[in-house]
């Protein structure tokens, strides 16, 4: 799971096995970040639609914007004016088509998570050298 700011570079970085759900990773990955500072709002799909994922992030400042499901249970939590930002999440995505440009990253070769994460980085500081230099 990566964390992008709102041009697309990686704020955060977390491997993990397939199995858990991207709300259950969302704390873990932010706390391995790059940047000291904490974002200010996280925007995510529909899988992120999720209260306790809502509180948590709200106890350390951070703004969870996401859609509804459509199955949802419970009152919605968010009016229509937060997801305005929810239309500008292609450029959070492009992180992940640059990603696709290395070979080591599409295909998981690596047996060890460890191993994986090296390249994960490496293709992160790549991303940010031919950016800003």
Known sequence: MAISDASGFP??????????????????????????????RIVGDRAYDSDPL???????????ISPHKSNRRKARTQD???LRRY????KAERLYAWLQNFRKIVTRYEYYASNFLSFVLLGCMMILLRNYF
Request: proline share 6%; charged share 30%; no cysteine.
């Open 11 to 40: 704020i955060a970085v977390h491997v993990d096995s397939a199995t858990p759900h991207e709300i259950t990773l969302v704390a873990k990955t932010l706390a391995k970040r790059f940047t000291k500072a904490a974002p200010r």
């Open 80 to 82: 229509g004016r937060p």
């Open 87 to 90: 239309r500008k999440r292609w």
């Open 54 to 64: 809502d509180t948590t992030l709200k106890e350390q400042g951070i703004e969870m």
